[in-house]
Each structure stands twice: as C-alpha cells, then as structure tokens.
C-alpha cells in the first residue's frame, strides 16, 4: 500500500536560516512525489513535483525537494526562510499504476520567527 | 490558470440534515476529488470521479455520496450529516493521465450541530 510519513508536526526556524520539512514514502515502483502548502483558511497550492530525472527539484517561492531513492524521501528545502513561509506543508505520493489518486501525509506546520 | 471553485467557505449544519457540497471546475479536467482535512490526518479521500457520470469509493466513503452528472461539477452529499463529519473539505480536479498534479479548491469548513 502506498503511504507518506512526515515525521514532524512543527518545524521552527529563523528568518534567514535554511529549512528542512521531511518526507519518505513507501510506493510500489517508481513514484510521482509531490509538495503542497497551505496558508490559514485556504486551499493547497502546488509547490513541485518529481516524476524522473535530476533527484534535485526547484520549485516555486525558491522551495526545492531533493529526491532519494535509496532512503525513499522527498524533503523539502529552503536556502534561506523568510515569515511569510509559514504555514502547513504537505508531501504526496502517487504510484505508477492506474489510479490516480495522491496520497497525502500528515502536514508539517512550518513556523518562521523573526 | 484552472480554477476550482467551492460554493460555500463556510457551513454550519444540523445534525440529521442533507448536505451538499458543490465543486466547479473550469478547465475541462477528467479527473475530480474530494478530500477531508483534519489536524493531525492530513487529507484523506473521501470520493473520486475519473469522468462524466463515473464514481470510486476513496478510504472514508462512510457517510457520504457524490454525483458527477457534468464533466465541470462534481458535488459531495452528506445524506445524514453527524457530528463527526465536522471537517474542511477540499476539492481538487486534474487532466487525466500524465504527471499532472492536482489543483485545489479554497475549501469548506462543515461545522455540524
């Protein structure tokens, strides 16, 4: 069965430091892996994805997720993390079968202090 | 830019009553969901519809149909809404096939008395 863990529920960091919000996932073959966030009251916006190719992806607001095959995670990078950053991010999977259906963990709240 | 566009921000409903929920979508995409969103959970799939008149259980159907009689509107019934169905709801569509990701609504946020 397909399944995402993100194994923090906060992550808190410092305005200008570099973030990590973690993911690993558990998917038979190869996966499409992707990152959400979600400001307060909103719906999910699509940060970046990976299908194939370079293990490094970048995304928008300067996000990007470094994907390894061998430890099976995806997470989430800034070089340098600004306020308006936090909110509640998501990491997702989805299989290469048939279905298409994405497979969403648990969130990780992001917070940035000034 | 596609725009999934949810009807309602906010609900509050009784306990017993039908609901629905409506989802409109405004870039011919096949593939529509809806998910509820609970602290702690993550988003969990309720229904999903693959294309016109087409419906699949997702993990917590319990509780809830849905109805998909045109490509654009994919609505969410709670036949006898509970308590428990107190949640956000999100929908989100995307193209059939491919990598496309998934595009979201802004949610509603069901409360249930």
């Known amino acids: 069965a397909q399944s995402v863990a993100q194994p923090e529920d906060q992550v808190n960091v410092a305005e200008g430091n570099p973030l990590t919000v973690k993911c690993t996932y558990s998917?038979?073959?190869?996966?499409?892996l992707f990152w959400y966030v979600q400001y307060p009251n909103r719906g999910l916006q699509f940060l970046l994805k990976y299908i194939t190719g370079d293990n490094l992806v970048k995304g928008s607001y300067g996000f990007e997720a470094e994907f390894n095959k061998s430890q099976t995670s995806f997470h989430l990078k800034k070089p340098s993390a600004l306020v308006s950053d936090s909110a509640l991010y998501f990491c997702a999977v989805r299989g290469m079968d048939s279905s298409y259906k994405l497979i969403f963990g648990s969130g990780t709240r992001l917070l940035v202090r000034p | 830019d596609v725009k999934v566009t949810q009807s309602s921000r906010y609900l509050v409903k009784r306990t017993g009553e039908k609901v629905f929920l409506e989802c409109v979508q405004d870039m011919d995409h096949e593939n529509m969901f809806w998910y509820r969103q609970d602290p702690g959970l993550g988003l969990r799939l309720i229904y999903f519809?693959?294309?016109?008149?087409?419906?699949e259980k997702g993990d917590i159907p319990e509780g809830y149909s849905v109805s998909r009689e045109k490509k654009e509107r994919f609505s969410l019934i709670l036949e006898s809404a509970s308590t428990n169905q107190t949640s956000m709801y999100l929908c989100a569509s995307r193209l059939s096939g491919g990598d496309y990701g998934y595009t979201f609504g802004s949610g509603t946020r069901l409360t249930v008395v």
């Open positions: 519809s693959y294309d016109v008149k087409m419906k």
């Open positions: 998917v038979s073959g190869n996966p499409y």
